[in-house]
């Protein structure tokens, strides 16, 4: 397959034809994507080379308390339609179809959740900015491509919304925790050390991809006939495991590994 060839299916017209600033087309994110990249890996530790670590508090404060609000209203939406007014059927949880009468708030819903995922690239700045860059680590970086990524692929080829809200749903609320985390301890440095509670945000995070790969599991086990793309089914399997397992081994070391020294 030649350069032309990938382009033109490229160019293809989606299943889900409303037009969305950069959910038009894979191939625009992906240019994010590398930028954050060429910024993270290169380009802004080259910036701060010989520079002082930047006071970003004040920014972190306003950007933690938007996360938080943001996240939370994502949340209780997700909370409205798939629990109060149940518009997916949770046994399979496909796409709506173009005619329902929900399909323009489906659309809404997962547009705002993508441009939270690109503000969420915002964490890598600030790491830079204060030449933090312990934070910078293979899952922090890894996860937030992904989950940059991921929603023009899928609404490009498969359309928007379906079982892949869940996923949306369940990562606002463990967003909303973490970042009031991060707010409290941006507002009461003198605390941050106290804050018990911070584990708990790496274990909140496994339970929610580990959730995911049941679901996953039991809509292919126990209903095979749903009509949800096999393909994005084996996918969320398959990014679920790979978060379980890097969250894991983050956990093992931050704060199992690490306790057993201090003993």
Same mark, same amino acid.
């Given at each position: 397959?030649?350069?032309?060839?990938?382009?033109?299916?490229?160019?293809?017209?989606?299943?889900?034809?409303?037009?969305?600033?950069?959910?038009?087309?894979?191939?625009?994110?992906?240019?994010?994507?590398?930028?954050?990249?060429?910024?993270?890996?290169?380009?802004?530790?080259?910036?701060?080379?010989?520079?002082?670590?930047?006071?970003?508090?004040?920014?972190?404060?306003?950007?933690?308390?938007?996360?938080?609000?943001?996240?939370?209203?994502?949340?209780?939406?997700?909370?409205?339609?798939?629990?109060?007014?149940?518009?997916?059927?949770?046994?399979?949880?496909?796409?709506?179809?173009?005619?329902?009468?929900? +399909?323009? +708030?489906?659309?809404?819903?997962?547009?705002?959740?993508?441009?939270?995922?690109?503000?969420?690239?915002?964490?890598?700045?600030?790491?830079?900015?204060?030449?933090?860059?312990?934070?910078?680590?293979?899952?922090?970086?890894?996860?937030?491509?992904?989950?940059?990524?991921?929603?023009?692929?899928?609404?490009?080829?498969?359309?928007?919304?379906?079982?892949?809200?869940?996923?949306?749903?369940?990562?606002?609320?463990?967003?909303?925790?973490?970042?009031?985390?991060?707010?409290?301890?941006?507002?009461?440095?003198?605390? +941050?050390?106290?804050?018990?509670?911070?584990?708990?945000?790496? +274990?909140?995070?496994?339970?929610?991809?580990?959730?995911?790969?049941?679901?996953?599991?039991?809509?292919?086990?126990?209903?095979?006939?749903?009509?949800?793309?096999?393909?994005?089914?084996?996918?969320?399997?398959?990014?679920?495991?790979?978060?379980?397992?890097?969250?894991?081994?983050?956990?093992?070391?931050?704060?199992?590994?690490?306790?057993?020294?201090?003993?």
């Amino acid at each position: 397959m030649n350069s032309s060839t990938i382009l033109d299916y490229f160019r293809t017209l989606p299943p889900d034809p409303v037009k969305l600033p950069l959910l038009s087309s894979p191939l625009q994110v992906l240019l994010i994507v590398l930028a954050y990249l060429a910024i993270v890996l290169k380009l802004g530790r080259d910036f701060m080379a010989n520079r002082k670590p930047y006071n970003v508090r004040r920014a972190m404060l306003v950007y933690n308390l938007c996360q938080i609000l943001m996240n939370a209203g994502l949340f209780g939406t997700g909370v409205y339609y798939i629990i109060v007014r149940r518009i997916y059927d949770m046994r399979c949880m496909n796409m709506l179809p173009l005619d329902h009468p929900e +399909k323009s +708030k489906e659309h809404l819903v997962v547009y705002a959740y993508f441009l939270n995922k690109l503000l969420d690239m915002a964490d890598t700045v600030f790491f830079l900015l204060r030449k933090s860059y312990k934070q910078i680590t293979v899952l922090h970086v890894y996860h937030h491509a992904l989950m940059v990524q991921g929603p023009p692929l899928v609404s490009y080829f498969f359309g928007m919304g379906g079982q892949y809200t869940m996923m949306g749903f369940l990562n606002s609320f463990v967003h909303v925790v973490m970042y009031t985390y991060y707010f409290v301890a941006a507002l009461y440095p003198e605390i +941050k050390g106290k804050l018990w509670w911070k584990q708990y945000i790496t +274990k909140l995070q496994l339970v929610q991809f580990v959730l995911l790969f049941l679901q996953a599991m039991l809509v292919l086990c126990l209903n095979p006939a749903c009509t949800f793309p096999r393909g994005l089914q084996y996918l969320q399997l398959a990014v679920s495991t790979s978060m379980m397992v890097m969250f894991g081994n983050f956990y093992y070391h931050t704060y199992i590994k690490a306790k057993t020294k201090q003993q």
